[in-house]
């Protein structure tokens, strides 16, 4: 059905005057100055509202409730205020959904703000454009902008109200047609505004819609910001409820008038402050600010995937996070609201389930006994493209006026400061700026303070680019001891280094500048740390064999429970053997990575699974766990710890390597924050490595450390006894499983020297490997054996051997066992073939367990004895992921 509307006269007055159009600051499109003469604006003509239609436009037979009460406007807690963003109202369907929420509202009275539909502010600024350039096509874009709001409004209506609203809108269409300039009046929002309450009045609720130019007066201060005129704004609202009275009013968002009745904008967020403008004026019981968001975040969600909704913020909160960038309101939405205690609601039109957030007066949530229920930082914000500027020198110490000259340079550029730090001792000044306007900044300041940096009475003006800036936002983080510690220790943790902080005495926010690349990765780890969200470690899986991919088997079983107890995230990003490697940008599936390998995996590249592993700064946490004996592999542990990833292997290769390469690893591990964790290397999943370092931390002084270090050769010996032949109790040893594919590996010896050096140098001992000797228990002729094989079939030839020492220390009533010995006291250490007499701990050992024994100045008498499995896949792996675990716990998770 076609509709076509009447010419009449439109039903505003225009008089033009000479001038230049900016468009707002918020705007995404360059300010220009129009070709067109400036159209100031009359106070339009006050509608027949009771007919729903202008008076001036052509009759209509509109029914007209004659019962409509006129006269003095309420103010109070019987109004509440609804404000619907252009993504609300941006179909049929969803100003449906707009005017069921209003009708839903019990409140006695309601006022409702609208904004343009959805992407419609955009269209007619494309109109400008066009018509600026001499681009007619203008004209059929105008005719889009005509069918948008003609399709919605006979979705949504019919009869005299569609003709009403048709009518009007042609008319606007027709002008807009001749004046493109007027389109700086709003007629999205008067569109918007009308279609509204005609939906509303169609079910039968008194509805009336405002065009707030005829209300609110503003002042405009610069280009991007107006002052209400609270007076004057509540005179005309005063006057035009007394001609226009109802309990449901829809107002227009967005405009205003001057005082000489020119039509403006509230500027960015122009709704939201209409809305909060009306609220103070109205003296309303609160705000509902409807978006497309359940409330407001204690983190940006995209960068936080565990950031969580805040059910309530101050108003000095959500003022503190929105000006460092989080998408809360603007400051000034909260101004007229905070004198009246108005509550601020942001809720998600598409959930209306969510309840949203509430900002208010106080924030804190408590419980019964008065404890607070909430995280001292209610949320974290980001602001990116930042550069410090440090101006520094020792002539600035003491000198008034210094502050006020360099800042009165950064105003004449017309730069905006972020944020300032300066040195109690007064030598230099930091303050960031936008990256765009650093380069104007430096060179106004060098050449104002020119001869001062000649005379060296200023040092430098130094420009660090690449910067953001991270700040922790909270009102009760100023009476909690212990917030900026918290801060600080969890970006240490996550080794971010710290450039610039900032803060204020009333502790609302501690800020902090960064590396921009390091940003998301600082503001994972402060959220986490605060609100402990899951300790989420990124970790790349360096050999999948016997003990690797065990370990996976095992962080699958445990995942779901570690993530829903104590809150850990163990995201397995890469799996990597010598020839193939598995990447995945957000978690392997570990029930088929084998599956998924064969199929999907690529060339192994060791470097490039490092850059994947630790490249995804959307996790502030990254392990490398080295399951393999590689000595090439341990040689990047120290390259791994200085570019922050944690490290944790049973790999005994770089701590029984070479003494200088071992020393300079150590040193970096004490320097840096980065975790390296080697439990593993000497007992498998006993705790022998923590055992030793704690008594050393508690004072004790280690004189002896005795053990049985090998499951292999534990087993072997505990089981080489009456007439049992050597070489059968190897063979037995093989077939279980306990030694290496070459048994030559075990009964050499090598492995457990490794295993001494380890525990002489962790005893503080500068010990080589080569300066510990070693009993071989391979005889010489079978050493250069093809195989391992022909080795076991050779080993009968020298079983008499072994018979008769193994005969020697029964008749003495003792027994053999093969064992590593660090004496500190001698500062030496050896690998050798003893005997125990039958009562002592080594030899009352079974099947493969280790036994280790600490001799110390404290247990001088009575050895400090761990005994346990220390040899198989099950416990090697069980205790990588003990250590797994144990990182977790130093950066953040519970313990």
Known sequence: MAFSAPVSPSPYSYKCNSGAFTRDASSNRKAKVSPFSFLSFQRPPIYNFTSHVPSSYPSADVSVDESLERGQLPKGHTWSIHKFGGTCVGNSQRIGNVAEIVIKDDSERKLVVVSAMSKVTDMMYDLVDKAQSRDDSYVSALETVLEKHKSTAIDLLDGDEL?????????DINNLKAMLRAIYIGHGELWSAHMLSSVIRKSGVDCTWMDTRSVLIVNPVSSTQVDPDYLESEKGLEKWFSENSSKTIVATGFIASTPQNIPTTLKRDGSD?????????????????????????????????????????????????????????????????????????????????????????HSVIENEDGQSLESPVKGFATIDNLALVNVEGTGMAGVPGTASAIFGVVKDVRAN????????????????VPEKEVKAVADALEARFQQALGAGRLSQVAIIPNCSILAAVGQK?????????????????????????AQGCSEYNITVVVKREECVKALRAVHSRFYLSRTTIAMGIIGPGLIGSTLLDQLRDQAAVLKEKFNIDLRVMGITGSRTMLLNETSIDLSRWKEV?????????????????HGNHFIPNTVLVDCTADSEVASHYYDWLRQGIHVITPNKKANSGPLEQYLKLRALQRQSYAHYFYETTVGAGLPVITTLQSVLETGDKILRVEGIF???????????????????????????????????????????ARKVIILARESGLKLELSDIPVENLVPGPLRASASGEEFLQQLPQFDQLMAEKQQDASEAGEVLRYVGVVDVVNQSGAVELRWYKKDHPFAQLSGSDNIIAFTTERYAKQPLIVRGPGAGAEVTAGGVFSDILRLASYLGAPS
Request: glycine fraction near 4%.
């Open 163 to 171: 003709a009403s609203f048709l009518s009007r809108l042609h008319y």
């Open 273 to 361: 402050f209409s809305a909060a403008i009306m609220a103070a004026l109205l003296r309303a019981r609160q705000i509902t600010i409807w978006t497309d968001v359940d409330g407001v975040y204690s983190a940006d969600p995209r960068k936080v995937s565990e950031a969580v909704i805040l059910k309530t913020l101050s108003y000095q909160e959500a003022w503190e996070m929105s000006y460092f960038g989080a998408n809360v309101l603007h400051p000034r939405t909260m101004i007229p609201v905070m004198q009246y205690d108005i509550p601020i609601v942001i809720r998600n039109i598409f959930n209306l389930s969510a309840p949203g957030t509430i900002i208010c007066r």
């Open 710 to 752: 090998s499951g292999t050769l534990s087993f072997i010996f505990n089981n080489f006894i009456g007439a049992r032949a050597f070489s059968d109790v190897v063979r037995e040893a093989k077939e279980a499983g306990y030694t290496e594919p070459d048994p030559r590996d075990d009964l050499s010896g090598a492995d457990v």
């Open 417 to 432: 400061v972020i944020m300032i730090s300066q040195a109690s001792s007064e030598h230099s000044v930091c303050f960031a």
């Open 477 to 501: 983080m100023a009476s909690t001891a212990g917030v900026s510690a918290t801060l600080f220790s969890a970006l240490a943790k996550a080794n971010i280094n710290v450039r610039a902080i």
């Open 597 to 613: 390998q064969k199929d999907k995996g690529e060339k192994a590249d060791l470097r490039k699974f490092v850059q994947h592993v």
